[in-house]
């Protein structure tokens, strides 16, 4: 009799075996398949911090990001109104206007606002230099932006002696440099009286 039991315990061992195996076996594609998974990301991840198809070599540090590849969205820095009198011979005009600064990013408009009281001044002497027809058009409104910005940048960061020379030979660009602190002056409100 025991060897009629111990032969009718002995095929249920089987399956336990078999099942255990099955079930290692499904455990261990899971592995495999999971870390293959995380391999392929890290690898796409990796691949999109690289810059325009830098190599980044295991000896060499990864290199920070340029400040002309930042994404998300712009920062303004919104100045106070100015109020100026124009250079006009025999008669009174006046300026009025509320410029905003394009910046890079969040770092630049707190070094704005530390800035500005110098960049009021500087700005104030720009716009009164101005005669009413110098602003009169689109064409003025915008070469007083671009030289606003030029000025504010020059604040912020200001140039070496060879930048300095070359800024001063060349009329002054539309767009700023990628690395520039202010991308651009934004005028919200231009009155000229």
Not at 60 to 83: C, E, M, N, Q, Y
Not at 138 to 165: C, F, H, M, W, Y
């Amino acid at each position: 009799m025991s060897d009629a039991k111990s032969a009718e315990a002995a095929p249920p061992k089987k399956k336990k075996g078999k099942l255990f195996l099955i079930i290692g076996i499904v455990v261990l594609v899971l592995a495999i398949a999971g870390a293959a998974a995380a391999f392929l990301l890290m690898k796409k991840s990796h691949s999109d911090d690289l810059e325009d198809g830098e190599e980044v070599s295991e000896s060499t540090p990864p290199a920070k990001k340029s400040k002309s590849a930042r994404s998300g969205p712009p920062v303004f820095v919104k100045l106070d109104t100015f109020t100026v009198r124009l250079q006009n011979e025999g008669n009174d005009s006046y300026l009025q206007a509320v410029p905003e600064l394009r910046v890079l990013d969040a770092q630049v408009a707190e070094e704005v606002k530390t800035y500005t009281p110098e960049i009021r001044h500087k700005t104030l002497l720009v716009m009164s230099g101005k005669q009413p027809a110098d602003v009169n058009n689109p064409d003025g409104v915008q070469k007083l932006a671009n030289e606003l910005r030029v000025t504010i940048n020059n604040i912020l960061a200001p140039p070496s002696g060879k930048r300095k020379k070359k800024e001063e030979a060349e009329e002054i660009s539309d767009t700023a440099d990628p690395d520039d602190p202010v991308q651009a002056v934004l005028f919200t409100s231009f009155i000229v009286q």
